[in-house]
């Protein structure tokens, strides 16, 4: 099984910077794409963010393209989100998640693990 932690959430003004890291236990993150997503409150969970397994490809919701980098260390069993230039409506928990599949997908469904979450709140 599985296990995904997130950390690195928090409150930052607008126009600011966090990191999100995702650290993985269990089995290693090698065999799956992995994937960012957020939910705002009484919104769906959304896809922001999707990494495959040798990091030759990422795919990006268009709301963050050119802000947010996402990243991972295979090495280290951790995904990254690099989030620059961030807006009060990026404010959402958000949580990482694993798939097993070759491609990236924005369809939460096609994920098997999520993490618990972390929150992230811009302020105007």
């Known amino acids: 099984q599985l296990q995904l932690v997130e950390s690195g959430g928090g409150l930052v003004q607008a126009g600011g910077s966090l990191t999100l890291s995702c650290a993985a236990s269990?089995?290693?993150?090698?065999?799956?794409?992995m994937g960012w997503f957020r939910q705002a409150p009484g919104k769906e969970r959304e896809f922001v963010a999707g990494i495959n397994w040798n990091s030759h490809s990422t795919r990006y919701e268009e709301f963050v393209k050119g802000r947010f980098t996402i990243s991972r260390d295979n090495a280290k069993n951790t995904v990254y989100l690099q989030m620059d230039s961030l807006k009060p409506e990026d404010t959402a928990v958000y949580y990482c998640s694993a798939a097993t599949r070759f491609s990236i997908s924005n369809n939460p469904t096609e994920y098997d693990y999520w993490g618990q979450g972390t929150q992230v709140t811009v302020s105007s």
């Open positions: 269990g089995r290693t993150i090698t065999n799956y794409v």
